[in-house]
Protein backbone atom coordinates (compact mmCIF):
# COMPACT_ATOMS: atom_id res chain seq x y z
CA UNK A 1 0.00 0.00 0.00
CA UNK A 2 1.15 3.13 -0.94
CA UNK A 3 2.26 5.33 1.92
CA UNK A 4 0.72 9.17 1.59
CA UNK A 5 2.70 10.65 4.70
CA UNK A 6 5.61 9.51 6.52
CA UNK A 7 6.72 11.46 9.84
CA UNK A 8 9.70 10.59 11.66
CA UNK A 9 11.24 12.24 14.10
CA UNK A 10 9.23 14.91 13.79
CA UNK A 11 9.72 17.91 16.38
CA UNK A 12 8.92 21.08 16.38
CA UNK A 13 9.52 23.75 19.80
CA UNK A 14 8.67 27.11 20.16
CA UNK A 15 11.57 28.69 21.99
CA UNK A 16 11.14 26.75 25.46
CA UNK A 17 7.83 26.34 24.64
CA UNK A 18 6.49 22.27 23.90
CA UNK A 19 5.20 21.55 20.33
CA UNK A 20 5.77 18.04 19.16
CA UNK A 21 8.21 15.66 20.15
CA UNK A 22 9.51 12.59 18.11
CA UNK A 23 6.12 11.82 16.40
CA UNK A 24 6.90 9.08 14.18
CA UNK A 25 3.71 7.52 11.96
CA UNK A 26 2.29 6.88 8.64
CA UNK A 27 -0.75 7.47 6.62
CA UNK A 28 -1.46 4.79 3.78
CA UNK A 29 -3.44 5.80 0.69
CA UNK A 30 -7.06 5.21 0.90
CA UNK A 31 -7.50 5.60 5.09
CA UNK A 32 -8.99 7.09 7.21
CA UNK A 33 -6.07 8.31 9.94
CA UNK A 34 -7.22 10.12 12.96
CA UNK A 35 -5.65 12.26 15.31
CA UNK A 36 -7.19 12.52 18.45
CA UNK A 37 -6.14 14.46 21.33
CA UNK A 38 -6.88 17.26 24.07
CA UNK A 39 -7.39 20.84 23.04
CA UNK A 40 -3.26 22.09 23.49
CA UNK A 41 -2.02 18.55 22.43
CA UNK A 42 -0.25 19.08 19.55
CA UNK A 43 -2.56 17.91 16.44
CA UNK A 44 -2.62 21.33 15.15
CA UNK A 45 1.20 21.94 15.18
CA UNK A 46 1.58 18.43 13.50
CA UNK A 47 -0.91 19.57 10.69
CA UNK A 48 1.27 22.68 9.69
CA UNK A 49 4.46 20.99 9.98
CA UNK A 50 2.63 18.29 7.42
CA UNK A 51 1.51 21.14 5.35
CA UNK A 52 4.91 23.30 5.19
CA UNK A 53 3.63 25.94 7.56
CA UNK A 54 6.10 25.27 10.12
CA UNK A 55 9.60 24.16 10.11
CA UNK A 56 10.49 21.31 12.03
CA UNK A 57 13.19 21.95 14.91
CA UNK A 58 14.47 18.20 14.57
CA UNK A 59 13.14 14.95 12.49
CA UNK A 60 10.75 15.40 8.87
CA UNK A 61 8.25 14.52 7.20
CA UNK A 62 7.24 13.29 3.77
CA UNK A 63 3.81 13.66 2.23
CA UNK A 64 3.47 12.11 -1.56
CA UNK A 65 6.72 11.61 -1.40
CA UNK A 66 8.04 15.15 -1.02
CA UNK A 67 9.50 17.10 2.01
CA UNK A 68 6.74 19.82 3.12
CA UNK A 69 9.71 22.01 4.12
CA UNK A 70 11.11 22.10 0.43
CA UNK A 71 8.09 21.44 -1.70
CA UNK A 72 4.96 22.38 0.02
CA UNK A 73 3.03 24.28 -3.00
CA UNK A 74 3.24 20.52 -5.08
CA UNK A 75 1.87 18.92 -1.97
CA UNK A 76 -1.01 21.54 -1.84
CA UNK A 77 -1.33 21.19 -4.89
CA UNK A 78 -3.21 17.61 -4.10
CA UNK A 79 -3.89 18.41 -0.42
CA UNK A 80 -7.17 19.93 0.30
CA UNK A 81 -7.18 21.56 3.95
CA UNK A 82 -9.73 22.72 6.69
CA UNK A 83 -8.15 24.75 9.38
CA UNK A 84 -9.44 24.31 12.97
CA UNK A 85 -9.47 28.20 13.10
CA UNK A 86 -10.92 29.07 9.90
CA UNK A 87 -10.83 32.35 9.05
CA UNK A 88 -12.26 34.59 6.29
CA UNK A 89 -11.90 38.36 4.93
CA UNK A 90 -14.43 40.15 6.92
CA UNK A 91 -15.61 41.99 3.78
CA UNK A 92 -15.79 39.41 1.46
CA UNK A 93 -18.48 36.95 0.63
CA UNK A 94 -18.16 33.12 0.32
CA UNK A 95 -18.56 33.31 -3.55
CA UNK A 96 -15.20 36.06 -3.65
CA UNK A 97 -13.64 33.59 -1.55
CA UNK A 98 -14.46 30.46 -4.16
CA UNK A 99 -13.57 32.26 -6.86
CA UNK A 100 -10.14 33.41 -5.86
CA UNK A 101 -9.41 29.60 -4.71
CA UNK A 102 -11.25 28.24 -7.62
CA UNK A 103 -9.04 30.66 -9.74
CA UNK A 104 -5.15 30.01 -8.30
CA UNK A 105 -6.24 26.24 -8.31
CA UNK A 106 -7.06 26.06 -11.58
CA UNK A 107 -10.51 24.43 -11.18
CA UNK A 108 -12.28 25.51 -14.32
CA UNK A 109 -15.14 22.69 -14.18
CA UNK A 110 -17.31 23.85 -10.99
CA UNK A 111 -19.68 21.29 -11.10
CA UNK A 112 -17.92 19.71 -7.78
CA UNK A 113 -18.32 23.31 -6.22
CA UNK A 114 -21.90 23.81 -6.98
CA UNK A 115 -23.16 20.23 -5.43
CA UNK A 116 -20.90 20.64 -2.19
CA UNK A 117 -22.45 24.10 -2.17
CA UNK A 118 -26.36 22.79 -2.69
CA UNK A 119 -25.88 20.17 -0.07
CA UNK A 120 -23.92 21.95 2.67
CA UNK A 121 -26.55 24.91 2.13
CA UNK A 122 -23.97 27.22 1.82
CA UNK A 123 -24.60 31.32 1.95
CA UNK A 124 -22.36 32.47 -0.78
CA UNK A 125 -23.59 36.09 -1.33
CA UNK A 126 -23.42 37.33 2.28
CA UNK A 127 -20.17 39.31 3.06
CA UNK A 128 -18.31 36.90 6.05
CA UNK A 129 -18.65 38.77 9.19
CA UNK A 130 -22.79 38.21 8.75
CA UNK A 131 -22.21 34.45 8.79
CA UNK A 132 -22.23 32.16 11.91
CA UNK A 133 -19.51 29.89 12.57
CA UNK A 134 -21.21 26.86 11.18
CA UNK A 135 -21.92 28.64 7.85
CA UNK A 136 -18.31 29.94 7.74
CA UNK A 137 -17.32 26.33 8.55
CA UNK A 138 -18.97 25.32 5.37
CA UNK A 139 -17.46 27.97 3.04
CA UNK A 140 -14.12 26.25 4.23
CA UNK A 141 -15.45 22.43 3.28
CA UNK A 142 -15.94 23.38 0.13
CA UNK A 143 -12.58 25.21 -0.19
CA UNK A 144 -11.24 22.34 0.77
CA UNK A 145 -12.98 19.38 -1.29
CA UNK A 146 -13.29 21.79 -4.31
CA UNK A 147 -10.73 20.78 -6.73
CA UNK A 148 -11.17 16.79 -5.58
CA UNK A 149 -8.01 16.58 -3.62
CA UNK A 150 -6.04 13.20 -3.35
CA UNK A 151 -5.49 13.91 0.65
CA UNK A 152 -7.79 15.90 2.66
CA UNK A 153 -6.49 17.36 5.88
CA UNK A 154 -9.01 18.56 8.42
CA UNK A 155 -8.68 20.01 11.81
CA UNK A 156 -11.96 19.61 13.57
CA UNK A 157 -13.64 19.82 10.77
CA UNK A 158 -17.30 19.90 12.31
CA UNK A 159 -17.21 22.37 14.62
CA UNK A 160 -19.83 24.54 14.48
CA UNK A 161 -22.17 22.37 12.59
CA UNK A 162 -25.22 21.21 13.46
CA UNK A 163 -25.94 17.34 13.84
CA UNK A 164 -27.88 17.68 9.97
CA UNK A 165 -24.22 18.92 8.58
CA UNK A 166 -22.04 16.34 10.91
CA UNK A 167 -23.78 13.51 9.15
CA UNK A 168 -23.71 15.23 5.51
CA UNK A 169 -20.00 15.49 6.39
CA UNK A 170 -19.42 12.21 7.68
CA UNK A 171 -21.21 10.87 4.76
CA UNK A 172 -19.08 13.20 2.20
CA UNK A 173 -15.98 11.46 4.04
CA UNK A 174 -17.02 8.60 3.68
CA UNK A 175 -17.63 8.99 -0.08
CA UNK A 176 -14.38 10.60 -0.67
CA UNK A 177 -12.35 7.20 1.21
CA UNK A 178 -14.41 4.76 -1.12
CA UNK A 179 -12.71 6.78 -3.86
CA UNK A 180 -9.10 5.95 -2.71
CA UNK A 181 -8.78 9.28 -1.30
CA UNK A 182 -7.15 9.70 2.20
CA UNK A 183 -8.20 11.58 4.71
CA UNK A 184 -6.13 12.81 8.13
CA UNK A 185 -8.60 13.67 10.82
CA UNK A 186 -7.82 15.65 13.43
CA UNK A 187 -10.68 15.93 16.18
CA UNK A 188 -10.79 15.77 20.26
CA UNK A 189 -14.45 14.77 19.53
CA UNK A 190 -14.16 11.09 20.66
CA UNK A 191 -17.96 9.74 18.63
CA UNK A 192 -16.60 11.33 15.74
CA UNK A 193 -13.24 9.73 15.44
CA UNK A 194 -14.90 6.55 16.22
CA UNK A 195 -17.70 7.01 13.79
CA UNK A 196 -15.70 7.72 10.67
CA UNK A 197 -11.64 6.51 11.14
CA UNK A 198 -9.80 3.11 10.05
CA UNK A 199 -6.96 4.10 12.36
CA UNK A 200 -5.76 6.22 14.73
CA UNK A 201 -3.02 8.16 16.69
CA UNK A 202 -3.45 9.75 20.04
CA UNK A 203 -1.40 12.24 20.81
CA UNK A 204 -0.74 13.84 24.77
CA UNK A 205 1.75 16.96 25.47
CA UNK A 206 3.00 16.13 22.00
CA UNK A 207 3.84 13.19 22.04
CA UNK A 208 2.16 9.53 20.71
CA UNK A 209 0.83 7.50 23.09
CA UNK A 210 -0.75 5.05 21.00
CA UNK A 211 -1.00 4.35 16.95
CA UNK A 212 -3.40 1.42 16.14
CA UNK A 213 -6.03 0.51 14.10
CA UNK A 214 -9.65 0.95 15.39
CA UNK A 215 -10.42 -2.96 15.11
CA UNK A 216 -7.39 -3.70 17.16
CA UNK A 217 -7.93 -1.09 19.89
CA UNK A 218 -11.83 -2.58 20.41
CA UNK A 219 -10.46 -5.74 20.56
CA UNK A 220 -8.01 -4.45 23.11
CA UNK A 221 -10.17 -2.55 25.16
CA UNK A 222 -11.62 -4.40 28.24
CA UNK A 223 -15.06 -5.76 28.16
CA UNK A 224 -17.58 -5.10 31.45
CA UNK A 225 -19.33 -7.77 33.22
CA UNK A 226 -21.81 -7.34 36.37
CA UNK A 227 -22.69 -10.32 38.21
CA UNK A 228 -25.14 -10.80 40.93
CA UNK A 229 -24.83 -13.99 43.02
CA UNK A 230 -27.25 -15.94 45.60
CA UNK A 231 -24.48 -15.20 47.99
CA UNK A 232 -22.06 -12.96 49.03
CA UNK A 233 -18.49 -14.13 47.41
CA UNK A 234 -14.76 -13.41 48.09
CA UNK A 235 -14.16 -11.33 44.54
CA UNK A 236 -10.43 -12.50 44.71
CA UNK A 237 -11.69 -15.71 42.71
CA UNK A 238 -12.06 -13.62 40.05
CA UNK A 239 -9.02 -11.46 40.17
CA UNK A 240 -6.92 -14.26 40.27
CA UNK A 241 -8.02 -14.82 36.09
CA UNK A 242 -5.40 -13.47 34.04
CA UNK A 243 -6.72 -10.93 32.38
CA UNK A 244 -9.56 -9.86 34.97
CA UNK A 245 -9.83 -6.80 37.20
CA UNK A 246 -12.27 -6.32 39.77
CA UNK A 247 -13.65 -3.52 39.57
CA UNK A 248 -16.33 -3.25 42.23
CA UNK A 249 -17.54 -5.91 44.66
CA UNK A 250 -19.91 -5.39 46.79
CA UNK A 251 -21.41 -8.25 48.64
CA UNK A 252 -23.13 -10.48 46.31
CA UNK A 253 -22.76 -7.81 43.29
CA UNK A 254 -19.53 -8.33 41.69
CA UNK A 255 -18.14 -5.90 38.28
CA UNK A 256 -15.45 -7.22 36.79
CA UNK A 257 -13.63 -5.57 33.40
CA UNK A 258 -12.32 -8.85 31.27
CA UNK A 259 -9.68 -8.10 28.45
CA UNK A 260 -9.85 -12.09 26.73
CA UNK A 261 -11.41 -15.07 26.63
CA UNK A 262 -14.96 -15.23 28.52
CA UNK A 263 -15.11 -18.79 29.13
CA UNK A 264 -12.78 -18.93 32.51
CA UNK A 265 -15.00 -15.94 33.91
CA UNK A 266 -17.91 -18.25 33.52
CA UNK A 267 -15.93 -21.50 34.26
CA UNK A 268 -15.36 -19.71 38.23
CA UNK A 269 -19.11 -18.16 38.22
CA UNK A 270 -20.73 -20.86 37.73
CA UNK A 271 -19.09 -22.51 40.63
CA UNK A 272 -20.98 -19.70 42.54
CA UNK A 273 -24.70 -19.68 41.88
CA UNK A 274 -24.94 -16.92 39.60
CA UNK A 275 -28.18 -15.34 39.56
CA UNK A 276 -27.99 -12.78 36.82
CA UNK A 277 -24.88 -11.47 34.65
CA UNK A 278 -24.67 -8.59 32.49
CA UNK A 279 -22.27 -7.74 29.76
CA UNK A 280 -21.28 -4.59 28.43
CA UNK A 281 -19.64 -4.31 24.85
CA UNK A 282 -16.00 -2.72 25.27
CA UNK A 283 -16.18 1.19 26.16
CA UNK A 284 -13.76 3.03 23.88
CA UNK A 285 -14.72 6.47 25.60
CA UNK A 286 -13.60 4.90 28.93
CA UNK A 287 -10.16 3.73 27.31
CA UNK A 288 -9.57 7.41 25.46
CA UNK A 289 -9.96 9.46 28.80
CA UNK A 290 -7.78 6.81 30.80
CA UNK A 291 -5.47 7.85 27.94
CA UNK A 292 -6.57 11.67 27.91
CA UNK A 293 -6.10 12.06 31.81
CA UNK A 294 -2.87 9.22 32.67
CA UNK A 295 -1.51 8.42 29.32
CA UNK A 296 -2.15 5.20 29.93
CA UNK A 297 -3.48 2.75 32.45
CA UNK A 298 -3.90 -0.61 33.34
CA UNK A 299 -6.52 -1.41 30.44
CA UNK A 300 -4.26 0.52 27.84
CA UNK A 301 -3.84 -2.06 24.42
CA UNK A 302 -1.00 -4.59 24.26
CA UNK A 303 2.49 -2.67 24.04
CA UNK A 304 2.82 -4.50 20.69
CA UNK A 305 0.08 -1.51 19.78
CA UNK A 306 2.52 1.14 21.16
CA UNK A 307 4.24 3.20 19.29
CA UNK A 308 5.32 5.38 22.19
CA UNK B 1 3.50 34.81 -13.81
CA UNK B 2 0.15 34.23 -11.65
CA UNK B 3 -1.37 37.27 -10.09
CA UNK B 4 -4.23 35.80 -8.46
CA UNK B 5 -2.82 36.74 -4.60
CA UNK B 6 -2.34 40.18 -5.94
CA UNK B 7 -5.44 41.11 -7.60
CA UNK B 8 -7.18 39.74 -4.28
CA UNK B 9 -5.43 41.79 -1.70
CA UNK B 10 -5.76 44.87 -4.35
CA UNK B 11 -9.40 44.27 -4.13
CA UNK B 12 -9.48 44.20 -0.13
CA UNK B 13 -7.74 47.19 -0.19
CA UNK B 14 -9.87 48.61 -3.22
CA UNK B 15 -11.98 51.40 -1.31
CA UNK B 16 -9.31 52.49 0.82
CA UNK B 17 -7.28 53.31 -2.34
CA UNK B 18 -9.48 55.00 -4.02
CA UNK B 19 -10.46 57.20 -0.86
CA UNK B 20 -6.72 58.06 -0.38
CA UNK B 21 -6.40 58.29 -4.04
CA UNK B 22 -9.08 60.99 -4.41
CA UNK B 23 -8.22 62.82 -1.10
CA UNK B 24 -5.22 63.37 -2.24
CA UNK B 25 -6.13 64.20 -5.95
CA UNK B 26 -8.66 66.91 -4.33
CA UNK B 27 -5.81 68.32 -2.08
CA UNK B 28 -3.66 68.50 -4.80
CA UNK B 29 -5.83 70.31 -7.21
CA UNK B 30 -6.51 72.49 -4.24
CA UNK B 31 -3.11 73.17 -4.21
CA UNK B 32 -2.67 73.98 -7.51
CA UNK B 33 -5.61 76.18 -8.07
CA UNK B 34 -4.32 78.43 -4.81
CA UNK B 35 -0.60 79.28 -6.79
CA UNK B 36 -1.76 81.94 -8.31
CA UNK B 37 -2.82 83.87 -5.49
CA UNK B 38 0.61 83.03 -3.66
CA UNK B 39 3.05 83.49 -6.67
CA UNK B 40 3.60 86.82 -5.85
CA UNK B 41 3.69 86.76 -2.09
CA UNK B 42 7.00 88.04 -1.07
CA UNK B 43 5.79 87.61 2.99
CA UNK B 44 5.66 83.95 2.53
CA UNK B 45 9.50 83.92 0.88
CA UNK B 46 10.58 86.16 3.77
CA UNK B 47 8.97 83.81 6.48
CA UNK B 48 10.98 80.79 5.52
CA UNK B 49 14.24 82.99 5.53
CA UNK B 50 13.36 83.76 9.18
CA UNK B 51 12.65 81.11 10.37
CA UNK B 52 14.67 78.59 8.00
CA UNK B 53 14.65 75.72 11.27
CA UNK B 54 10.79 75.98 11.33
CA UNK B 55 10.44 75.37 7.88
CA UNK B 56 13.02 72.91 7.44
CA UNK B 57 10.50 70.57 9.40
CA UNK B 58 7.91 70.56 7.19
CA UNK B 59 11.01 69.67 4.17
CA UNK B 60 10.71 73.40 3.27
CA UNK B 61 13.99 75.06 1.98
CA UNK B 62 14.06 77.98 -0.73
CA UNK B 63 11.65 79.73 -2.57
CA UNK B 64 8.13 79.25 -2.00
CA UNK B 65 7.09 81.39 -4.55
CA UNK B 66 8.40 79.49 -7.44
CA UNK B 67 6.41 76.64 -9.27
CA UNK B 68 8.85 74.02 -8.09
CA UNK B 69 8.95 75.62 -4.58
CA UNK B 70 5.30 75.77 -4.30
CA UNK B 71 4.72 72.10 -5.20
CA UNK B 72 7.77 70.74 -2.74
CA UNK B 73 6.39 72.49 0.59
CA UNK B 74 3.08 72.09 0.25
CA UNK B 75 2.95 68.53 -1.39
CA UNK B 76 6.02 66.68 -2.73
CA UNK B 77 8.19 67.10 0.08
CA UNK B 78 5.30 66.41 3.07
CA UNK B 79 1.87 65.87 2.81
CA UNK B 80 2.04 63.09 -0.36
CA UNK B 81 5.02 61.13 1.27
CA UNK B 82 3.11 61.05 4.75
CA UNK B 83 -0.17 59.46 2.69
CA UNK B 84 1.88 57.48 0.42
CA UNK B 85 3.58 55.68 3.84
CA UNK B 86 0.56 55.54 5.31
CA UNK B 87 -0.61 53.45 2.87
CA UNK B 88 2.47 51.64 1.86
CA UNK B 89 3.55 50.86 5.76
CA UNK B 90 0.33 50.03 6.35
CA UNK B 91 -0.10 47.40 3.76
CA UNK B 92 3.30 45.86 4.09
CA UNK B 93 2.55 44.94 7.86
CA UNK B 94 -0.23 44.01 7.17
CA UNK B 95 0.00 41.91 4.08
CA UNK B 96 1.65 38.81 5.89
CA UNK B 97 2.37 39.43 9.60
CA UNK B 98 -1.23 41.17 9.75
CA UNK B 99 -3.27 38.49 7.78
CA UNK B 100 -1.34 35.76 9.81
CA UNK B 101 -2.44 37.46 13.08
CA UNK B 102 -5.78 37.14 11.63
CA UNK B 103 -5.45 33.61 10.60
CA UNK B 104 -6.68 34.80 6.74
CA UNK B 105 -3.10 34.40 5.13
CA UNK B 106 -3.79 30.59 5.98
CA UNK B 107 -6.20 30.43 2.77
CA UNK B 108 -3.07 31.79 0.71
CA UNK B 109 -0.31 29.76 2.10
CA UNK B 110 -1.83 26.42 1.82
CA UNK B 111 -2.84 26.88 -1.83
CA UNK B 112 -0.11 25.95 -4.50
CA UNK B 113 1.67 28.20 -4.72
CA UNK B 114 5.68 28.82 -3.35
CA UNK B 115 6.25 31.15 -0.19
CA UNK B 116 8.60 33.03 -3.00
CA UNK B 117 5.95 33.75 -5.36
CA UNK B 118 3.25 34.81 -2.52
CA UNK B 119 5.57 37.17 -1.57
CA UNK B 120 6.60 38.37 -4.92
CA UNK B 121 2.96 39.22 -5.53
CA UNK B 122 2.34 41.56 -2.72
CA UNK B 123 5.78 43.36 -3.37
CA UNK B 124 3.62 43.66 -6.64
CA UNK B 125 0.47 44.88 -5.05
CA UNK B 126 2.13 47.46 -2.89
CA UNK B 127 4.14 48.69 -5.87
CA UNK B 128 1.17 48.81 -7.85
CA UNK B 129 -0.74 50.51 -4.67
CA UNK B 130 2.06 53.70 -4.43
CA UNK B 131 2.36 53.89 -8.41
CA UNK B 132 -1.52 54.69 -8.62
CA UNK B 133 -1.22 57.13 -5.86
CA UNK B 134 1.83 58.89 -7.14
CA UNK B 135 0.05 58.79 -10.94
CA UNK B 136 -3.00 60.25 -9.66
CA UNK B 137 -0.91 62.88 -7.75
CA UNK B 138 1.13 63.58 -10.59
CA UNK B 139 -1.64 63.99 -13.38
CA UNK B 140 -3.49 66.64 -10.77
CA UNK B 141 -0.68 68.23 -10.54
CA UNK B 142 -0.05 68.77 -14.71
CA UNK B 143 -3.40 70.27 -14.87
CA UNK B 144 -1.32 73.75 -13.02
CA UNK B 145 -0.06 74.43 -16.01
CA UNK B 146 -3.77 76.05 -16.68
CA UNK B 147 -2.39 77.73 -13.04
CA UNK B 148 0.85 79.18 -14.25
CA UNK B 149 2.38 76.07 -11.75
CA UNK B 150 4.66 75.06 -14.70
CA UNK B 151 7.30 72.99 -14.44
CA UNK B 152 9.01 69.96 -16.59
CA UNK B 153 6.68 67.07 -17.12
CA UNK B 154 10.78 64.58 -16.34
CA UNK B 155 10.69 66.85 -13.58
CA UNK B 156 7.43 65.85 -12.34
CA UNK B 157 7.77 62.40 -13.55
CA UNK B 158 11.33 62.37 -11.53
CA UNK B 159 9.41 63.19 -8.06
CA UNK B 160 6.77 60.83 -8.89
CA UNK B 161 8.72 58.08 -9.62
CA UNK B 162 11.07 59.08 -6.15
CA UNK B 163 7.63 59.41 -3.69
CA UNK B 164 6.46 56.30 -5.30
CA UNK B 165 9.97 54.28 -5.05
CA UNK B 166 10.14 55.53 -1.60
CA UNK B 167 6.68 54.21 -0.55
CA UNK B 168 7.89 50.35 -1.87
CA UNK B 169 10.93 51.05 0.44
CA UNK B 170 9.32 51.62 3.21
CA UNK B 171 6.71 48.99 2.19
CA UNK B 172 8.82 46.69 2.01
CA UNK B 173 10.92 47.58 5.26
CA UNK B 174 7.15 46.54 6.92
CA UNK B 175 7.79 43.59 4.96
CA UNK B 176 10.56 42.63 6.50
CA UNK B 177 9.73 43.90 9.95
CA UNK B 178 6.50 41.73 9.99
CA UNK B 179 8.16 38.63 8.58
CA UNK B 180 10.84 38.71 10.90
CA UNK B 181 8.86 39.11 13.94
CA UNK B 182 5.49 37.50 13.15
CA UNK B 183 3.93 40.98 14.55
CA UNK B 184 1.93 43.69 12.44
CA UNK B 185 2.35 45.84 15.12
CA UNK B 186 6.04 45.60 15.67
CA UNK B 187 6.74 46.30 11.89
CA UNK B 188 4.21 48.93 11.95
CA UNK B 189 5.85 50.72 15.31
CA UNK B 190 9.59 50.14 13.48
CA UNK B 191 9.09 51.28 9.78
CA UNK B 192 7.00 54.27 11.56
CA UNK B 193 9.93 54.74 13.79
CA UNK B 194 12.77 54.76 10.72
CA UNK B 195 10.64 56.68 8.55
CA UNK B 196 10.38 59.03 11.24
CA UNK B 197 13.66 59.89 11.96
CA UNK B 198 14.66 59.72 7.90
CA UNK B 199 12.31 62.33 7.16
CA UNK B 200 14.08 64.37 10.39
CA UNK B 201 17.33 63.71 8.97
CA UNK B 202 16.60 64.58 5.05
CA UNK B 203 14.23 67.84 6.18
CA UNK B 204 16.63 69.18 8.69
CA UNK B 205 20.07 68.48 7.29
CA UNK B 206 19.86 72.00 5.03
CA UNK B 207 20.10 73.82 8.85
CA UNK B 208 21.71 71.71 11.01
CA UNK B 209 25.05 71.20 9.80
CA UNK B 210 26.12 68.07 11.81
CA UNK B 211 23.14 66.00 10.59
CA UNK B 212 24.49 67.13 7.30
CA UNK B 213 26.74 64.17 6.28
CA UNK B 214 23.68 61.87 7.63
CA UNK B 215 21.09 62.92 5.17
CA UNK B 216 22.93 60.22 2.81
CA UNK B 217 21.07 57.80 4.80
CA UNK B 218 17.95 59.07 4.58
CA UNK B 219 15.49 57.52 1.94
CA UNK B 220 13.80 61.14 2.15
CA UNK B 221 17.16 62.36 0.31
CA UNK B 222 17.28 60.32 -2.11
CA UNK B 223 13.39 60.68 -3.08
CA UNK B 224 12.47 64.15 -2.14
CA UNK B 225 15.04 65.97 0.33
CA UNK B 226 17.54 67.20 -2.73
CA UNK B 227 15.59 69.06 -5.36
CA UNK B 228 14.03 66.43 -6.68
CA UNK B 229 10.92 69.04 -7.89
CA UNK B 230 12.91 71.11 -9.39
CA UNK B 231 16.03 69.32 -10.79
CA UNK B 232 14.32 65.59 -11.34
CA UNK B 233 14.91 62.66 -9.89
CA UNK B 234 19.25 61.98 -11.18
CA UNK B 235 19.99 58.02 -12.07
CA UNK B 236 22.11 57.53 -8.98
CA UNK B 237 19.45 58.77 -6.63
CA UNK B 238 16.87 56.38 -8.53
CA UNK B 239 19.73 53.89 -8.09
CA UNK B 240 20.12 54.15 -4.44
CA UNK B 241 15.74 53.97 -4.21
CA UNK B 242 15.90 50.83 -6.74
CA UNK B 243 19.06 49.07 -4.70
CA UNK B 244 17.17 49.80 -1.38
CA UNK B 245 13.91 47.94 -2.47
CA UNK B 246 15.48 44.77 -3.97
CA UNK B 247 17.75 44.36 -0.88
CA UNK B 248 14.76 44.41 1.23
CA UNK B 249 12.79 42.31 -1.31
CA UNK B 250 15.77 39.41 -1.05
CA UNK B 251 15.23 40.06 2.79
CA UNK B 252 11.83 39.45 3.09
CA UNK B 253 11.73 36.29 0.46
CA UNK B 254 14.28 35.06 3.31
CA UNK B 255 12.65 36.12 6.53
CA UNK B 256 9.60 34.94 4.86
CA UNK B 257 10.68 31.75 4.18
CA UNK B 258 11.05 30.59 7.77
CA UNK B 259 8.20 32.32 9.41
CA UNK B 260 5.84 29.89 11.22
CA UNK B 261 2.44 30.41 9.89
CA UNK B 262 -1.24 30.12 11.22
Known sequence: ?????????????????????????????GEVFGFLGPNGSGKTTTIRLLL???????????VFGRDPDDDAAAILRQTGYLPGEFALHPRLTGRQHLDFVAGVRGVRDRKLCDQLVERFEVVLDRPSRTLSKGNRQKIGIVLAFLHRPELLILDEPTTGLDPLMQREFHQLLRETV????????SSHELDEVQRVVDRLAIIKEGRLIVTDTMENLRKTVPRTLEFRFAAALDPEVFSRIDGVRVLNADGEHVTLSLRGPLASVLRV????????????PADLDELFLNY????????????????H | MNIDVSLFDLRLRR????????????????????????????SLDQLVKNGPTAAAFFGINGSLTSPSGWLNANLYANFLPLIMLLITIGYGAGCLAGQDEDG??????TLPITRRSILVQKVLSLTIQATLLALVTMLCVVVGRHYELSIPISHLVGVSVGVALLGIDFGLLAIVAGTWTGSRGTALGLSASIAVISYLVSSLAPVISWLRPARYLSLFYWSVGNGQVSGGL?????GVLVITALILLFTSIWTFRRLDLH
Open chain 1, 1 to 29: MKTIIAAEGLTKTFGSFRGVEELDFEINE
Open chain 1, 52 to 62: GMYRPTAGGAR
Open chain 1, 178 to 185: SEGRTVLL
Open chain 1, 269 to 280: ASEHDPVDVIAR
Open chain 1, 292 to 307: YRDGSDGDSPSEASHE
Open chain 2, 15 to 42: RMLMGYSLGMALYALVIVYLYPDFKNST
Open chain 2, 104 to 109: TLSLVV
Open chain 2, 234 to 238: SLGSA
